[in-house]
């Protein structure tokens, strides 16, 4: 069995790569790998897990220090990366997935692109190893997930959200 199905590099957004994971099954299941150091270059130094139930929103969130690599374990969410790098040639554009444990794969996002996704299932498993240890929320930024200016397609209108990102800021002028 390989690691590695396929590598996809973005199109709008520079240094974004999604990697189609290799599965084996049988009548007891899967095995993939999550994680190898072919993946990416970056040495992650802490791994994270959120679990939410259908149209549980988080996000945007990110900072101009840690890269994330993210898949999902259980269920099927929509991820999307914007990316706010200051001097990207990609700023303010977006990438949209469909992340599910049906057909693994993972999504390395680099550092200064905010990242969130949707839960589309009864139940998801959002699996993220972290390039930086997480220093808190008031060490990130939150952008508003309706942003107009991001144009981003969410398949609802009234997501469950924290208090956190129902006060996300607007991109406009946000750069890490």
Request: hydrophobic residues 35%; charged residues 25%.
């Amino acid at each position: 069995m390989k690691i590695i199905k396929d590598i996809i590099h973005s199109n709008n957004i520079l240094d974004l790569v999604e990697i189609s994971l290799d599965t084996f099954e049988d009548d007891r299941g899967q095995i993939w790998t999550v994680y190898s150091d072919e993946f990416s270059d970056h040495q992650f130094v802490q791994d994270k897990i959120t679990i939410s139930k259908f149209n549980v929103l988080r996000g945007f969130h990110g900072d101009s220090d840690t890269t994330k690599l993210i898949c999902c374990l259980e269920g099927k969410f929509q991820l999307v990366v914007i990316d706010l790098r200051k001097n990207s040639k990609t700023y303010g554009n977006s990438e949209t997935y469909i992340v599910s444990s049906n057909s693994p794969s993972v999504i390395v996002v680099p550092a200064g692109c905010v990242n969130a996704h949707l839960c589309l299932s009864d139940k998801c498993i959002f699996y993220y190893k972290w390039s930086k240890k997480y220093d808190g929320a008031a060490n990130q930024i939150t952008i508003a997930w309706n942003d107009p200016d991001l144009r981003v397609s969410w398949p609802i209108k009234d997501p469950i959200l924290s208090d956190r990102d129902l006060n996300g800021n607007p991109m406009n002028g946000i750069y890490l």
